[in-house]
Structures are given as C-alpha cells and as structure tokens.
C-alpha cells in the first residue's frame, strides 16, 4: 500500500510543491524559488490555489472552508462525548479514555491531509482501546453490563471517517489494503483474543468500514471521471480546432495555386517565343531561354502534384499525385477551369445577395488597379465570407460594404444592422472568421470582428497592395460622409 497519498483528481490548479532551499544544489545561474509566506500558505489552504497536499474538496473555497469546519466539530464532539462514553461503557478512569478518544479526534483531522498515517494512527488507537477494554472485562473486580466490543460507538466513527478520507486520496488497491488490515486486526482481537460479557461489534463494524470505501472510491471515480473528460474535452477542441486551420490553409493553397499556375505558364510561354523575337539570337541566349521554360514546366508539373496532394481525401491515393486535378477549383467550385474571382467579380456577388433578400449597399473609393491576384482573391472571399455570415446569423439586416483603395493597400468594411427576425441554428460549422484571417495575414494584412453598439457587426480588413508587409495605415473618410459601423 502506498505510504503517501497521490495528488486529489479534480484540483486543476494544484500547483507544485516549493523546493526547499536547502535541498538541491543550485548552480550559480539558477533562480531561487522563493518560500511562500504564511499568507499564501493560508490562502492555498483555503483553496485559492489548492497544493498537493490539499484535501480532495470542492475548488470553491468557502465550501472547502466549510468541510473543514465540520470535520473540526466531527473531532471535537468524538473526544468529548466519546471520552464520556468510553469511561461509562468500559470502566476506563477519564483520562485514559479522554487519551484514546484523543488518538481518534487527531486521526480524522490529520486525514484531511495525511490520510495513510491517520488510517494507521486510528487503527492503532482502536486496538489499544480494545485492549484496555478487554482487561476491564475480564477483571473479576468489574462487573460491566455487556459494553460493544472491540469497535465502541466513538472509535467506529472516527474510523469511519477516516477510511473515508483515505478512500478519496488514495487509489482503489491502497484503500481496499487498508481495509482489509482493519478486518485482520478486528478478527485477531475479536475472534482470537475475545473477552467477557460484550456485545460484539466486529461484523457491524466490517461492514459500515466497507460502506464508507465505498462511498469514497465512488466519489473519487467521479471526480477522476470529470476531470478526464474535462481534458479530452479540451483536447478534443484543440484538435478540431487545430483541423479546421489546416483544412482553411489547404483550401487557400487549392485557390492560390491556379494564380500561381497563370504566372508560371506565362514565364514558359515568354521564353519559348522569345528567340524569335530576336534576329540572330546566340546560343548561349536560346540555352539560357530553354533553361527557364523547362524550369518553369517542371514547377507546374510539381504544382499540379502538390495540388493533388491537397485535393485528395488520403495522400496515399494513387490518383493524388496525378497531373490533371481531379476536383474542382477552390474547394467548392463548380469546374477545375472556372476562373478564380476578383475584384471585377463584387457586383456579381453583391447582387447575388440582393436575391437572396439581404438590402446591400455598396460604397467604393480610389483606384483599383494595380493589386496582384492573391490580393484581389483574398479580398473577395472575405467579402463573400462576410455576407455568407449576415445570411446566417443576422436575418433581415441590412449590410453595407465599404471598400477603399489606397497607395499601400485595400480597406475592406462590412458592416450590418441587428437582424429584425429570429436567428435560426445554422449548421455552418463557424470557422469562416477564421479563414478570414488566414487570407489576411498570409498577405501580410489583418482583419477584425466586432459587434457593434446597435446590435449589428462589422468586420474590417486591410491588405497591402502587393501582397507583402503592412505599412502603416489609417483609412480616411469616404466621400459620402463619415460612416459608423453597422449604420448603412
């Protein structure tokens, strides 16, 4: 059985213990951990920021100061009335049985922390109570009317509770050893040892001992139960969450690809014309031409094969590695050829959300040109992703876009009203923000997401121009006047 008990299950915070400063040897560049003071030590009691060595309560700490309390008046109400009973019931003068009732009353409250020593000491106690019992009944001096023998009504619960506080610290092995020393030692003392004119307690006793480990070890499954599934939870969560970028950064890469493919088609078909725009060319110059263009095939066909990769449910399928893709074009598309949208396309998509009964209004400043695929791809999707929300959560609201274009980048701003009708549970899966703001920073911009005071949200993104680092920006007004967030 193991001598110490392991750390209490449901105790999140339990911190570590404190090294002793006298303990290990410390190098010359290694930090002294600090000795906590008696305030802290007393806060951790309390349950602020339980230790190890903490019972295995609640984490609130007023119902932890609670337990401890009644387990105080549990030990005080066993050494007074107990010593009362113990010099009734067996003849014993007050202050051996105010002894033995005090070897009980330390027992339980030395449990709350030390629960294998207070199993050992209240054991220990019970036996040697037992013991000065048994001589009083057998002296022919005392004539003793039948006493419980060898578990009295005190010691029997004060066992009882500390077998139950075993029970919550120690595992299942350690509290069933523990129990089945206490029914050796009774058999030993009842059934071998015996004494005169008792009513016996042994049986009984065995049996609310086996009740209170069971109640225990019940508890402590629960908590240790909770606490596994309060990790897997966790877990869990992080594992769909850490899916769910992986999956936005395969669809962004599917997307990017086709941009990528257009300019590495471009630089094969300019170097496979260009020595014929040239009289005479060297050879050293159609050597150097022909270098490029096969470079630049055998980036597509490497393209093509990581986009296989992507595409495909296993990357161990055959067909993953295949040239021709074999899905359509941005996740969802409706053709592996379709050309992937810009910014050309936002009338398109904003009057696709008019017929779906969403009120859009569209405001536009600057100058257009000039930005690079991925930038107009990337500003697009969140517009898109930005109205695909307002349909599902804010039914009925009206949505403005704001867009504005600068020397350095491109300002984006959806922003809409509170719905007027009830929202409906949207199967989405939610993670739309998120693909957001993986389009944003893998250009180097950013997005925010806010609700607004009216009861409506906005979402604002900037991407720089060419796709690369952020310079510093701040967007000026637009024309039409200053314009609140979510106010269309």
């Not at 404190?18 to 309390?46: H, I, K, N, Q, Y």
């Not at 059934?191 to 480990?213: D, E, M, N």
Request: with cysteine; hydrophobic share 40%; proline share 9%.
């Amino acid at each position: 059985m193991s001598a110490e008990p392991e750390n209490p299950a449901g105790h999140p915070g339990d911190a570590p213990s404190v090294t002793s400063p006298a303990s290990p040897v410390r190098g010359e560049d290694e930090p002294v951990v600090p000795t906590p003071s008696r305030a802290a030590r007393f806060r951790a009691w309390l349950g602020d920021n339980p230790s190890s060595q903490s019972p295995p309560f609640s984490k609130y700490r007023w119902l932890r100061l609670l337990t401890y309390l009644l387990t105080f008046y549990a030990a005080l109400a066993i050494l007074g009335a107990g010593a009362e009973e113990l010099s009734n019931s067996y003849g014993l003068t007050t202050g051996v049985a105010l002894l033995c009732t005090l070897l009980q009353a330390t027992a339980v409250v030395l449990a709350l922390w030390r629960p294998v020593p207070a199993w050992a000491l209240s054991l220990a106690g019970a036996t040697v109570t037992a013991l000065l019992a048994r001589e009083q009944m057998l002296s022919p001096m005392r004539r003793l009317s039948s006493p419980n023998w060898p578990w009295s009504t005190p010691v029997l619960l004060a066992h009882m509770a500390v077998l139950l506080l075993l029970a919550l610290r120690v595992r299942v092995r350690g509290t069933l050893a523990a129990l089945g020393v206490t029914a050796v030692v009774t058999s030993v003392v009842e059934g071998v040892l015996g004494a005169l004119r008792y009513s016996p307690t042994g049986y009984v006793s065995l049996a609310l001992f086996a009740v209170a480990v069971l109640i225990g070890t019940a508890l402590r499954s629960r908590s240790e139960a909770r606490t596994e599934l309060v990790q897997q939870t966790t877990i869990t969560a992080e594992e769909r969450a850490r899916r769910t970028l992986l999956e936005e950064r395969s669809r962004i890469a599917r997307e990017l690809h086709d941009v990528v493919a257009h300019h590495m088609s471009v630089i094969s078909i300019q170097a496979q014309v260009a020595p014929h725009l040239v009289e005479n060319p060297t050879e050293e110059l159609k050597e150097n031409l022909t270098g490029i263009r096969n470079n630049a095939l055998e980036a597509l066909t490497e393209l093509r094969r990581v986009l296989g990769v992507l595409r495909s449910e296993s990357p161990d399928e055959p067909e993953a590695g295949a040239d021709t893709p074999r899905l359509s074009a941005p996740g969802t598309g409706p053709a592996p050829d379709a050309p992937q949208p810009n910014l050309a396309r936002l009338d398109s998509l904003l009057e696709n959300t008019r017929a779906a009964g969403v009120d859009v209004v569209k405001a536009e400043e600057g100058d257009a040109r000039g930005y690079s695929p991925g930038v107009e791809l990337s500003a697009y999707r969140i517009v898109q992703e930005a109205l695909s929300n307002v349909l599902r959560h804010a039914p009925g609201a009206r949505v403005r876009v704001d867009i504005a274009h600068f020397p350095n980048g491109i300002y984006l701003s959806i922003s809409n009203t509170r719905p007027s009708r009830p929202v409906q549970p949207s199967p989405g899966g939610g993670h739309g923000l998120l693909g957001m703001r993986e389009r944003a920073a893998m250009l180097g911009g950013n997005v925010e997401a806010k609700p607004t005071r009216e009861g409506g949200f906005v979402v604002t993104a900037f991407l720089p121009r060419g796709g690369g680092a952020p310079e510093p920006f701040a967007p000026e007004p637009f024309a039409a006047g200053p314009h609140r967030p979510g106010q269309p």
